[in-house]
């Protein structure tokens, strides 16, 4: 019988196109891809992914140019 080596990590769901980024901004911080929508992740880079999500969010939501001017964001 072999002997299995065993991690502390996080198990982080999502969909497909979350866990493409997640690999591509964050691989250091993946133990293992478990299937297509499920990464077993290193706790330590939870914060990291996080922010990283957050960011691209930010970046990319659409914000209505009447509602920027009136909150001033």
Known sequence: MAARQTSRGLLITCDVPTKQFIL????EHVLDV???THLFVHPEGLKFI???IRRFNDENAYVDPEE???TGT
């Open 24 to 27: 591509h901004v964050a691989k």
């Open 34 to 36: 478990l299937d297509e």
């Open 50 to 52: 996080q922010d990283e």
């Open 68 to 70: 920027k001017a009136r």
